[in-house]
């Protein structure tokens, strides 16, 4: 499979995130991309440097006022007294509809949901080849390629229109998704990470022509808490749009199968004729967040199933972080999706 990957993307390299009130090492490092690609070539999977993207295309998605956040920030944030090496907001507003403020610390926390997206001098050239990764390999696609896969890191199911959240700051499965509406009436995205898709969720909710349906662990008791429950069915024109399959945490292969098979059935009924795959590893067994238990083989099975809709797809990478499997687990997805 044709493989889009830039190394820009390693420069990002957040060191730390709060759980549970304290500090932990970040474990959305650039070695997990490092790992994957790794993988890819061993495997013989060519992998080609996407262009600087089309810029069109992220703005379509995404709040202007939002990127010019993301783009500014950190010279602003840094120019403060004794500010911190890297933006972590310290406040957050409760609710969003009232005036939108001109500190740059003020506007950190009404972008950032949370506190694990620290954003250095390094962070919006990755954040950007990331994209670019997933816009390359959309243009692939409908360009006439069967499927395509982008390496993307940052991962960015969690990004909002205009707020950043879980790692992720440009939610390259939305513009992927956006960019095939332009040759497609319906395109649905499947979320296959162990965390529930909110920001692809929030970005298409109202819409009812892309689909989005998320297998994910419960978030009654795991992130992001407050998105990713069965009755979040969409709102407006997007009602019935939006398919959330929450699992009990440690849940394996065949109930994580049974879920993505109410899923396709979903996408089938829906009628879509274009596909994207929000790629998350961080089902796995092994991974370090530990939520649900899918094997290698069940990537590989889970890639099959998604493979019988016959669709013109969009490989998105997200979650998936650093364990001895993590490039097996890709490489075995890859097989399964062109078996």
């Known amino acids: 499979m044709q493989v889009f990957f830039s190394?820009?993307?390693?420069?990002?390299?957040?060191?730390?995130?709060?759980?549970?009130?304290?500090?932990?090492?970040?474990?959305?490092?650039?070695?997990?991309?490092?790992?994957l690609k790794l993988a890819l070539a061993e495997a013989g999977h060519g992998i080609s440097l996407p262009p600087a993207g089309d810029r069109a295309a992220i703005a379509a998605v995404h709040d202007a006022r939002y990127l010019s956040f993301l783009k500014t920030a950190y010279?602003?944030?840094r120019a403060l007294p004794a500010a911190s090496e890297s933006i972590v907001p310290n406040i957050h507003p409760n609710g969003r509809g009232l005036g939108y403020p001109q500190s740059v610390v003020g506007q950190a926390g009404f972008h950032m949901a949370d506190t694990a997206c620290p954003i250095d001098g390094d962070s919006w050239p990755s954040i950007l080849a990331s994209a670019d990764c997933a816009i390359a390999a959309t243009k692939a696609v409908l360009g006439g390629m069967g499927s395509a896969y982008a390496l993307c890191r940052p991962p960015g199911h969690h990004a909002f229109s205009d707020m950043a959240g879980g790692f992720c700051f440009l939610n390259n499965s939305a513009i992927a998704a956006e960019m095939l509406r332009g040759a497609y009436g319906k395109v649905a995205i499947v979320d296959v990470d162990l965390h529930h898709g909110n920001g692809t969720q929030g970005i298409f909710y109202e819409r009812g022509d892309v689909l989005t349906v998320s297998v994910h662990a419960?978030?009654?008791?795991?992130?992001?808490?407050?998105?990713?429950?069965?009755?979040?069915?969409?709102?407006g024109a997007g009602k019935g749009a939006n398919l959330n399959l929450p699992l009990p945490l440690g849940s394996g292969d065949d109930v994580f199968l049974a879920a993505l098979d109410t899923g396709l059935a979903k996408v089938r009924g829906f009628g879509a004729e274009a596909l994207v795959v929000a790629l998350g590893l961080d089902a796995f067994a092994g991974d370090p967040f530990a939520g649900l238990a899918v094997t290698e083989d069940g990537f590989?099975?889970?890639?099959?199933?998604?493979?019988?809709l016959r669709l013109p797809s969009v490989l998105v990478q997200e979650g998936g972080y650093l364990c001895p499997e993590?490039?097996?687990?890709?490489?075995?997805?890859?097989?399964?999706?062109a078996a």
């Open 7 to 35: 190394d820009i993307q390693l420069h990002h390299a957040p060191r730390e995130f709060l759980v549970r009130g304290q500090w932990k090492p970040c474990p959305e490092q650039p070695g997990r991309a490092t790992a």
């Open 75 to 77: 010279q602003r944030w």
């Open 218 to 235: 419960d978030p009654s008791n795991f992130y992001p808490f407050f998105w990713g429950y069965a009755d979040e069915v969409g709102a």
């Open 300 to 308: 590989r099975r889970i890639a099959a199933r998604l493979a019988t």
């Open 326 to 337: 993590l490039g097996r687990n890709l490489v075995a997805f890859l097989d399964g999706f």
